[in-house]
T-cell receptor, first 114, second 110 residues
Framework: DAGVTQSPTHLIKTRGQQVTLRCSPK?????VSWYQQALGQGPQFIFQ???????QRGNFPDRFSGHQFPNYSSELNVNALLLGDSALYLC?????????????FGEGSWLTVV | QKEVEQDPGPLSVPEGAIVSLNCTYS??????FMWYRQYSRKGPELLMY????GNKEDGRFTAQVDKSSKYISLFIRDSQPSDSATYLC??????????FGGGTRLMVKP
């Protein structure tokens, strides 16, 4: 049973560029959330997708956008990259977006902005 | 002030010791409490999941939640060098949006 898978594993982008990160949820899960984890800090919630709609959003600017596909996979897009966007981007999946469901994380995508 | 506070450590213990990791929080609406283990440059791995107050045990791990004090703990018995990692507490009230502590780095020395 495949867990949460993310791609790419590592990438380097230049300030001002755009990046797209991809996530496939764990089998049987239909809800995908994205988190940003800066070095030495805990993950911070970006947003959550269920039934192809953004259900909840954390305190992140509109430069961060996402999408969920009919097969439940998801993309995170970040426009106009800033140096401060350098972080580990984590995808998490759960059975649905209501409370009480266990949440599993992927290995993350390391983004470096230079 | 952060919603979830966690001592960053590092916490260094000898192999076989009992480890106590703690988090405090300010949002009384939190109902679901989790502990994740994160090895260097890897994604968080779910260790323990608890609903509301009480204790939960799983092998060498025990999670405690005291909602009246807004305080949660994770105990690791017979700690092993392989337990060396960063431990993240996380909590939520609704909608599976997790709020994390900053993580405690644990080092278990042989």
């Amino acid at each position: 049973d495949a867990g949460v898978t993310q791609s790419p594993t590592h990438l380097i982008k230049t300030r001002g560029q755009q990046v797209t990160l991809r996530c496939s949820p764990k089998s049987g899960h239909d809800t995908v959330s994205w988190y940003q984890q800066a070095l030495g800090q805990g993950p911070q919630f970006i947003f959550q997708y269920y039934e192809e709609e953004e259900r909840q959003r954390g305190n992140f600017p509109d430069r961060f956008s996402g999408h969920q596909f009919p097969n439940y996979s998801s993309e995170l897009n970040v426009n106009a990259l800033l140096l401060g966007d350098s972080a580990l981007y984590l995808c998490a999946s759960s059975r649905d977006w209501t409370s009480g469901n266990t949440i599993y994380f992927g290995e993350g995508s390391w983004l470096t902005v230079v | 002030q952060k919603e979830v506070e966690q001592d960053p450590g590092p916490l260094s213990v000898p192999e076989g010791a009992i480890v106590s990791l703690n988090c405090t929080y300010s949002n009384s609406a939190f109902q679901y409490f989790m502990w994740y283990r994160q090895y260097s440059r890897k994604g968080p791995e779910l260790l323990m999941y608890t609903y509301s107050s009480g204790n939960k045990e799983d092998g060498r791990f025990t999670a405690q939640v005291d909602k009246s004090s807004k305080y949660i703990s994770l105990f690791i018995r017979d700690s092993q060098p392989s337990d060396s990692a960063t431990y993240l507490c996380a909590m939520s009230n609704a909608g599976n949006m997790l709020t994390f502590g900053g993580g405690t780095r644990l080092m278990v020395k042989p």
